[in-house]
């Protein structure tokens, strides 16, 4: 069983964006929900690929600019004692889309996540193949991004959930069961609840945070990272099923650190 409270521990407030940003990130979480960046051809391979992404339109100069861009490898992290995190995740109706770029789960209202004493709503969570962080320079073979936003600030909180292959994973097997198979699908199966807990490892206490970016264009650098250092696991099968919908990549390669602290909970 998952339970649908979990507290970690977090060390310092990071910075989070000033008013100024909130409607940037709003619109950046909204492009990865539907898709809208895809009117400029932004992609993983060809003219489009993450290398150019920063002068595909002035809109996306941080994705070259930037100093503080996801996702990054996660090695010889900083020791600490981090404050009290909270996930208050509820059940919602399965709603499910292909956006071109990924499949994506939009939740309802009322899922929150408790960080730095600011409250996140849990807006979506999409997927990545293979893992966008790295370990010591090696992905895994899928990696799921819980996506936050702050109301009032527009900063976003997302927890990224590393999945290996391995076991067969019953709520993945629901997810992909009403997989989109064509872009910009979108279903909503209201017979179906999503729990978005059941994502999560059961070791909740193990994770590195620090301050970064959007993996996909615009790469706004308004994202506070809280990576769990225990997967989940999937089977072959499942990793292939989201393959042959998706692709074979669609994971930004890992950016420079610069003069970040990557934090890791003792």
């Known amino acids: 069983m998952y339970p649908n409270r979990l507290r970690l521990a977090l060390p310092i407030a990071f910075a989070t964006a000033s008013l100024g940003f909130g409607l940037l990130a709003g619109q950046a979480a909204e492009e990865e929900m539907s898709g809208d960046s895809q009117a400029i051809h932004w992609s993983y391979e060809g003219e489009g690929a993450p290398e150019n992404w920063g002068g595909l339109q002035e809109e996306f100069a941080a994705c070259s600019a930037g100093e503080t861009q996801s996702p990054i490898d996660l090695n010889r992290g900083i020791a600490s004692e981090l404050s009290e995190l909270t996930m208050d995740y509820q059940a919602s109706p399965l709603k499910i889309v292909n956006n071109g770029h990924t499949i994506q789960v939009n939740f309802e ?113 308004i994202v506070n990272w809280i990576v769990m250092k225990e997967p989940i696991q999937v089977s072959r099968r499942q990793i292939q099923q989201f393959v042959r919908v998706v692709g074979e990549n669609n994971a930004r390669p890992v950016q420079p650190l610069q003069r970040r602290f990557l934090l890791e909970a003792e």
């Open 109 to 221: 209202e009322g899922s929150t996540l408790e960080l730095d004493g600011q409250t996140f709503n849990l807006l979506q969570f999409h997927f990545h193949t293979p893992s966008e962080h790295t370990v010591a320079g090696e992905p895994m073979a899928m990696e799921v991004h819980l996506v936050h936003q702050n109301p009032d600030t527009g900063a976003l909180a997302v927890v990224g959930v590393f999945m290996k292959e391995g076991r067969w994973n019953r709520n993945i097997a629901t997810l992909w069961s009403q997989m989109p198979r064509s872009k910009s699908e979108e279903k909503t199966v209201s017979r179906i609840s999503v729990d978005a807990a059941k994502l999560l490892p059961r070791n909740t206490e193990d994770f590195y945070r620090y301050h970064g970016s959007l993996t996909t264009p615009p790469c706004s650098e």
